[in-house]
């Protein structure tokens, strides 16, 4: 069974910094691209960031989080991470570990994602 599952989430202050982790399990991620999307409080599911397949290293982000946050992927573990600094409390959401096989358009697959997680509660306070 393929799963990815994250981890990291909690409570911060605006101005503070959280990581998060997804780890996939049932196969080998490699050749896909990976990505974080989020969904606040009445709000639809948005994207947040992605990066391409093992090699590839390009990464995407939203204009709301670039310069704030960063992806990166550890294919040794099948993990793929995202670290937020500078939280503001419109961060606040729950936030969903993805993978997909395409990556030029991954801001745009809401949906049509192949793999998704749980997601995890991010909490910014103001």
């Known amino acids: 069974q393929v799963q990815l599952s994250e981890f990291g989430g909690g409570l911060v202050q605006a101005g503070g910094s959280l990581s998060l982790s997804c780890i996939g399990s049932?196969?080998?991620?490699?050749?896909?691209?990976m990505g974080w999307f989020r969904q606040g409080p009445g709000k639809e599911r948005e994207f947040v960031a992605s990066?391409?397949?093992?090699?590839?290293?390009?990464?995407n982000y939203a204009d709301s989080v670039k310069g704030r946050f960063t992806i990166s992927r550890d294919d040794a573990k099948n993990t793929v991470s995202l670290h937020m600094t500078n939280l503001k409390p419109e961060d606040t959401a729950v936030y969903y570990c993805?993978?997909?096989?395409?990556?030029?358009?991954?801001?745009?697959?809401?949906?049509?994602?192949?793999?998704w997680g749980q997601g995890t509660q991010v909490t910014v306070t103001s």
């Open positions: 990066i391409s397949w093992t090699g590839g290293g390009a990464t």
């Open positions: 993805s993978a997909d096989l395409y990556f030029s358009d991954y801001h745009l697959r809401t949906k049509n994602i192949e793999y």
């Open positions: 049932g196969r080998s991620f490699d050749n896909y691209a």
